[in-house]
């Protein structure tokens, strides 16, 4: 899973919209709430008003709000709307590519972890986040031993162990 810069900082710009609405902040109370370069910032909230997520006014009340209640916007939603597509493969969505002979299947585990990926970032609102109550399907995901552990080029989960197990090395 890579998440660029660029998402993140929508995301978090978008979490903080949500923490003071129907209130508006300025880009330069966002930019430094989160630590996010203000030129950046600028262009991300000109991508999630063009999406019509938030708003924009000007003026000394002025500033960006959520467009929609935090309670209807997914993660998914902000990170589509700075990536495309959740998942894809070479510029594909995951359902479009095939492969041949031995590879076959791989397709299929391509939609697969999409679908995964899905579960956590569809069901997780602006709202959730700001209110620290993740959905029960996230919260066990977090509560994983290994789910704090990331594993390099090198290191792997997949030792046999079942879910939750520790790894049978201490691969980083």
């Known amino acids: 899973m890579r998440i660029s810069a660029r998402v993140d900082y929508a995301v978090r710009a978008a979490i903080e919209l949500a923490a003071v609405a129907p209130d508006a902040l300025t880009c330069d109370r966002i930019a430094q709430a989160q630590g996010i370069p203000s030129r950046f910032l600028q262009s991300i909230l000109g991508d999630l008003q063009h999406a019509r997520l938030v708003t924009s006014q000007r003026g000394r009340e002025g500033g960006y709000r959520l467009a929609l209640p935090a309670e209807q916007v997914s993660i998914a939603r902000v990170m589509r709307i700075e990536q495309g597509f959740l998942a894809e493969v070479h510029g594909q969505r995951p359902e479009d590519v095939e492969y041949p002979g031995a590879a076959t299947a791989l397709a299929s585990v391509w939609v697969a972890a999409r679908e995964s990926y899905r579960q956590v970032l569809e069901r997780v609102?602006?709202?959730?986040?700001?209110?620290?109550?993740?959905?029960?399907?996230?919260?066990?995901?977090?509560?994983?031993?290994?789910?704090?552990?990331?594993?390099?080029?090198?290191g792997s989960q997949d030792d046999g162990g079942a879910a939750g197990e520790k790894p049978a090395t201490a691969a980083g």
Do not use: I, K, M
Not at 132 to 139: E, Y
């Open 125 to 154: 609102t602006l709202a959730d986040v700001v209110a620290g109550t993740l959905p029960a399907n996230v919260t066990e995901l977090v509560e994983l031993e290994g789910a704090w552990r990331s594993f390099g080029a090198t």
